[in-house]
């Protein structure tokens, strides 16, 4: 698939083999292998992911639950204010609840016992039958929407990212901040980069990569670290003098 990125991309292989499922389109096994060697490695915080979309192929329900603890335990490190998910990702696990949600779709059913996973957003073999016989009459006209604009307008600057040879430890951080250049919602991006600020050996190796990132994405870090305090002053006049260089 055009559109599945394993170099480091682990967000868009999220989203492109949820497509697949849905869509019921072959599965690509090779880059499925690809992406749970990464994220055993790399991204160990989004490793259950791959491992369930495998046990769905496979529907293996034991290894769907074992993928599931996996990606719920993940999902606490995600939601600490230097992961990647959002304020509303404490009360609700977004992400867990969609793979819970699609292995029932494929008639795979367990019991969830988890205060993020809301039992009445859970789908029922009942809503998962007439949901299948709704997209049976659908399939006959459903065409499959090109990429918008906004998502080629990522894809180039993931390949920007990839070009310049960052360190994939940072690319989540910068796709947040990308985000939010683009969007009314900052504060996801800025709890990212407190992390790494606060982090004296993060921030030391951050900073070497910086003449390497896009100048307004260095002044977007700078504008959002001193939008609420003064606290990290002496890292953004650092950071300000790098990009005057």
Same mark, same amino acid.
């Given at each position: 698939?055009?559109?599945?990125?394993?170099?480091?991309?682990?967000?868009?292989?999220?989203?492109?083999?949820?497509?697949?499922?849905?869509?019921?389109?072959?599965?690509? +096994?090779?880059? !499925?292998? #690809?992406?749970?060697?990464?994220?055993?490695?790399?991204?160990?915080?989004? /490793?259950?992911? @791959? =491992? %369930?979309?495998?046990?769905?192929?496979?529907?293996?329900?034991?290894?769907?639950?074992?993928?599931?603890?996996?990606?719920?335990?993940? +999902?606490?490190? !995600?939601? #600490?204010?230097?992961?990647?998910?959002?304020?509303?990702?404490?009360?609700? /696990?977004?992400? @867990? =609840? %969609?793979?819970?949600?699609?292995?029932?779709?494929?008639?795979?059913?367990?019991?969830?016992?988890?205060?993020?996973?809301?039992?009445?957003?859970?789908?029922?073999?009942?809503?998962?039958?007439?949901?299948?016989?709704?997209?049976?009459?659908?399939?006959?006209?459903?065409?499959?929407?090109?990429?918008?604009?906004?998502?080629?307008?990522?894809?180039?600057?993931?390949?920007?990212?990839?070009?310049?040879?960052?360190?994939?430890?940072?690319?989540?951080?910068?796709?947040?901040?990308?985000?939010?250049?683009?969007?009314?919602?900052?504060?996801?991006?800025?709890?990212?980069?407190?992390?790494?600020?606060?982090?004296?050996?993060?921030?030391?190796?951050?900073?070497?990569?910086?003449?390497?990132?896009?100048?307004?994405?260095?002044?977007?870090?700078?504008?959002?670290?001193?939008?609420?305090?003064?606290?990290?002053?002496?890292?953004?006049?650092?950071?300000?003098?790098?990009?005057?260089?």
């Amino acid at each position: 698939k055009k559109y599945i990125y394993l170099n480091g991309n682990y967000l868009g292989a999220w989203h492109e083999f949820f497509r697949v499922f849905v869509l019921q389109d072959p599965l690509n +096994h090779e880059s !499925l292998q #690809k992406w749970t060697d990464l994220t055993a490695t790399k991204f160990k915080s989004y /490793a259950g992911y @791959p =491992l %369930a979309f495998k046990a769905i192929a496979d529907k293996d329900l034991p290894a769907l639950e074992k993928a599931f603890k996996e990606i719920m335990k993940g +999902h606490k490190q !995600l939601c #600490k204010p230097s992961g990647y998910f959002q304020l509303e990702d404490n009360f609700i /696990a977004i992400w @867990p =609840l %969609a793979i819970l949600n699609l292995a029932r779709f494929k008639g795979l059913f367990f019991e969830v016992n988890s205060p993020y996973i809301p039992e009445n957003l859970l789908i029922t073999p009942e809503e998962v039958k007439s949901s299948l016989e709704a997209w049976e009459k659908e399939k006959k006209t459903f065409k499959v929407q090109p990429p918008t604009k906004e998502l080629l307008k990522e894809e180039e600057f993931y390949k920007l990212l990839v070009e310049k040879k960052l360190p994939q430890e940072f690319f989540n951080d910068l796709f947040s901040l990308y985000r939010a250049s683009t969007t009314e919602r900052p504060e996801p991006a800025r709890s990212n980069f407190v992390g790494i600020f606060n982090n004296d050996r993060t921030y030391k190796k951050f900073k070497k990569y910086v003449p390497l990132i896009p100048k307004y994405l260095i002044e977007r870090i700078i504008d959002l670290m001193l939008s609420k305090s003064t606290y990290h002053q002496k890292q953004c006049d650092e950071l300000k003098a790098l990009i005057k260089e």
